[in-house]
């Protein structure tokens, strides 16, 4: 259990264009979901929290009209690079808690998408 | 934002070494978290740890809560080839929904 689905995996996009990423957790409700960052050879980053039914909390430094984050169901949390630029070019990860109790009390990541822009 | 500092940043070792790896923070965590990632996928959780100088085996791997929630150790007994990969440290303030604040990662490298 404590499955959470990341779409697409790899996606190349032109510069200019916006990008959706969904997240999904398959098996549980999650309320809170997070986006993260990742450079190569480097760590998680933490861009957003988002927040069923509410908007989406950013961390400092991640503008929010360039990730937009949507999470109007329970199941379901989006980013979309908007305008997306070869800066913007990285790997992107969700993640989701499952509710409490068992093994998986720690936050379940998606598999991740790795964004190209050219 | 914020990272935990992770030793040894690289370890190169042999088919049945044990290994160690630490995590510190200059601020204290209510849980901690240990997960592994393979390239081109996400972390995968390993051990978590929810209360100071708590000790959890997952298998060959045993990690520890530090006494004074600033620090945990990974270890991992008789390593084999699947064990490369990259380990994360990942400390948390509270049981709510709160963020995660990750370490800067030990990169694994077994050798047969």
């Known amino acids: 259990g404590a499955v959470v689905s990341q779409h697409p995996s790899r996606v190349i996009c032109k510069s200019g264009t916006s990008v959706k990423i969904e997240c999904r957790s398959l098996d549980f409700q999650a309320t809170t979901m997070f986006w993260y960052r990742q450079f190569p050879k480097k760590s998680l980053m933490l861009m957003a929290t988002?927040?069923?039914?509410?908007?989406?909390?950013?961390e400092q430094g991640v503008e929010k009209d360039k990730f937009l984050i949507n999470h109007a169901s329970l199941t379901l949390s989006t980013l979309t690079v908007t305008s997306a630029h070869p800066e913007d070019s990285s790997f992107y990860i969700c993640?989701?808690?499952?509710?409490?109790?068992?093994?998986?009390?720690?936050?379940?990541f998606g598999s991740g998408t790795r964004l190209t822009v050219v | 934002g914020q990272q935990l500092n992770q030793s040894p940043q690289s370890m190169f070792i042999q088919e049945g070494e044990d290994v160690s790896m630490n995590c510190t923070s200059s601020s204290i965590f209510n849980t901690w978290l240990w997960y592994k990632q393979e390239p081109g996928e996400g972390p995968v959780l390993l051990i978590a740890l929810y209360k100071a100088g708590e000790l959890t085996s997952n298998g060959r791997l045993t990690a520890q809560f530090g006494i004074t929630r600033k620090d945990s150790f990974l270890n991992i007994s008789a390593s084999i080839p699947s064990d490369v990969g990259i380990y994360f440290c990942a400390g948390q303030l509270s049981g709510t929904a709160s963020k995660l604040t990750f370490g800067t990662g030990t990169r694994l490298q077994v050798t047969l």
């Open positions: 988002s927040n069923e039914g509410s908007k989406a909390t950013y």
């Open positions: 993640s989701a808690r499952p509710p409490r109790g068992g093994f998986s009390y720690g936050y379940t």
